[in-house]
């Protein structure tokens, strides 16, 4: 099994620009998250989805917005890149099964925007 | 909504002491407390998690403890190896899973 699969791993942007980040998961997982990872204040969620059609904000959303059409994909799109977007942003997905549990993180994208 | 505080930021020890990392939480309905360990720009890995209805738990070299009291809870790393080295990071969640609050980190450094 793949696990959970991030794409682009690096990427550049100027002010203004757009972009989706890809992840993409094939353990079934209901539930779906993206994280932005900044130095010194850890790992902030940024949406989540608990099942296909369904999504919600988590504490830093502004900025960002993400759709499930299907259970394997959730894609994060930046719809204006700002300097403060700069992050490191982890995809993590988790069989819910009625109660939390590990969470399965993709290896990363590093995001500069400059 | 939920505040996780991690404390200390940074921690050094010599091979084979042990090693203590703090965690305090502030929402009472939180219950699944999960520790993840982050090699160098690697992803995080679940190493350990405790659940509100245990006080703690082990698993090797690894363990949590629990005070739903005080509303904090630690992790111990006992026999500390350099492949030990990497940043910890405590999280926070309900029973439902949908939100998870972390804690800003530990780096651990384990001096051969």
């Known amino acids: 099994n793949a696990g959970v699969t991030q794409t682009p791993k690096f990427q550049v942007l100027k002010t203004g620009q757009s972009m989706t980040l890809q992840c993409a998961q094939d353990?079934?997982?209901?539930?779906m998250s993206w994280y932005r990872q900044d130095p010194g204040m850890g790992l902030r969620l940024i949406h989540y989805s608990v099942g296909a059609g369904i999504t919600d904000q988590g504490e830093v959303p502004n900025g960002y917005n993400v759709s499930r059409s299907t259970t394997e994909d959730f894609p994060l799109r930046l719809l204006s890149a700002a300097p403060s977007q700069t992050s490191v942003y982890f995809c993590?997905?988790?069989?819910?099964?009625?109660?939390?549990?590990?969470?399965?993180f993709g290896e990363g994208s590093r995001l500069t925007v400059l | 909504g939920e505040n996780v505080e991690q404390h200390p930021s940074t921690l050094s020890v010599q091979e084979g002491d042990s090693a203590v990392i703090k965690c305090t939480y502030s929402d009472s309905a939180s219950n699944y407390f999960p520790w993840y360990k982050q090699e160098l720009g690697k992803r995080p890995q679940l190493i350990i998690d405790i659940r509100s209805n245990v006080g703690e738990k082990k698993d090797q070299r690894i363990a949590v403890t629990l005070n739903k009291t005080a509303k904090h809870f630690s992790l111990h790393i006992t026999e500390t190896q350099p492949e030990d080295s990497a940043v910890y990071f405590c999280a926070a969640s309900s029973n439902t899973g949908n939100q998870f609050y972390f804690g800003t980190g530990t780096s651990l450094t384990v001096i051969p």
């Open positions: 353990m079934n997982h209901e539930y």
């Open positions: 993590a997905s988790s069989s819910l099964a009625g109660a939390a549990g590990e969470l399965f």
